[in-house]
């Protein structure tokens, strides 16, 4: 009947309508989660860009810490089809933006990545390197009630449930200084303490020398020649005599466990691992510093007592690169 065919003809067109419009919002749900997938994927890569624009800067001040007094030493930066740009100043807490007294300042760092924009803010606490009494970029370990450590420690971690330590402790990125090496070893070679005469105190390869005294330079390459890396042991009723070679440099390319009675004033340099163990009953006090790259344990007796003077200016003048400590945090992450 003609009704029923209208009828019909009209359910059809309905049923297409419908059709039609679900199809649209499923395209148009599908088109929106695509979108918001690569507005994410572009806002996580101009978060990079300003990640990167951050290291740059800290180079720039590790370099020389006073740059950040002139915007040109931080220029706009591209990376990946992006670019950061970056405004370095003081904290003002002195109320002067020109100057900087208390050697903290702040670096933004604003990246982009085609219409996605993030902000790092991050701030940064300079402290001199000849002020701490242990640098390790890593694991500072504190075992023993017994441990005395008078002076500012800097670690990526410190674990100190005993709470002994007399002075700052700062967690978080570390950079360690630079050793002037042919400097340190022309002195090793030259010394004639410790018992080793014109041998000198330049050693290579495997160590098994067991040291009467700790005077001068001493420069133990357990990696020299290829070799593979071997730990060095110090152990016995040692120490630093009064005289020639005090203050003493120890430089230890390789692991190093101290152990027994072992007085040591001076500059302990360690590229691995350091322990500085004296649960046989001994005392090991050490006068100055350790800087380590790798982890640092400290059980037993030990005291580790920051000296200023055990650091001598003309061993000073031969650590470089990396002239200051820096320990930053982020203020704030936005869009």
């Not at 059709?19 to 997938?37: C, H, K, P, Q, W």
């Not at 978060?47 to 800067?57: K, P, S, T, V, Y």
């Not at 000073?316 to 200051?324: D, L, M, R, T, V």
């Not at 820096?326 to 936005?334: A, D, L, M, Q, Y």
Request: some cysteine; overall charge negative.
């Amino acid at each position: 009947m003609p009704g029923e065919k209208g009828v019909s003809l009209l359910i059809v067109i309905i049923v297409i309508i419908l059709f039609s419009l679900f199809g649209y919002i499923s395209l148009s749900m599908l088109s929106t989660g695509t979108r918001r997938a690569i507005d994410y994927l572009n806002s996580e890569k101009a978060f990079h860009i300003a990640e990167a624009g951050i290291q740059i800067a800290l180079r720039k001040l590790r370099d020389n810490w006073d740059n950040w007094k002139n915007p040109n030493n931080f220029p706009s930066g591209y990376l990946d089809e992006g670019r950061f740009d970056l405004s370095v100043y003081d904290d003002e807490d002195d109320l002067d933006p020109n100057f900087d007294s208390n050697n903290c300042i702040i670096i933004e760092s604003a990246g982009s990545y085609k219409q996605a924009k993030r902000k790092i803010k991050v701030y940064v606490d300079r402290k001199g390197l000849f002020d701490s009494a242990i640098c390790s970029n890593n694991l500072v370990n504190i075992k023993s009630n017994a441990v005395e450590i008078n002076g500012n420690v800097f670690a990526f971690t410190i674990s100190d449930p005993h709470n002994c330590i007399n002075g700052e402790k700062n967690e978080g990125n570390t950079f360690l200084p630079e050793l002037d090496l042919n400097w340190f070893r022309a002195q090793a070679q030259a010394n004639p303490l410790n018992g080793r005469g014109a041998s000198g105190n330049y050693f290579t390869g495997k160590f098994d020398y067991n040291f009467p005294s700790l005077n001068g330079v001493i420069y133990i390459d357990t990696y020299a020649g290829g070799n593979t890396q071997h730990d060095v042991k110090i152990s016995g009723n040692i120490i630093t005599e009064p005289g020639e070679g005090n203050p003493a440099v120890l430089i230890v390319n390789g692991d190093l466990k101290i152990t027994g009675t072992v007085q040591f004033n001076g500059l302990i340099y360690v590229t691995g691992e350091v322990m500085t163990d004296s649960d046989i009953g001994g005392n090991v006090e050490i006068s100055g510093m350790i800087i380590s790259n790798g982890s640092l344990d400290v059980f037993g007796n030990a005291g580790i007592d920051y000296k200023e003077e055990a650091i001598p200016d003309t061993v000073k003048q031969h650590i470089y690169g990396f002239p200051n400590i820096f320990n930053f945090k982020e203020i704030s992450v936005g869009g």
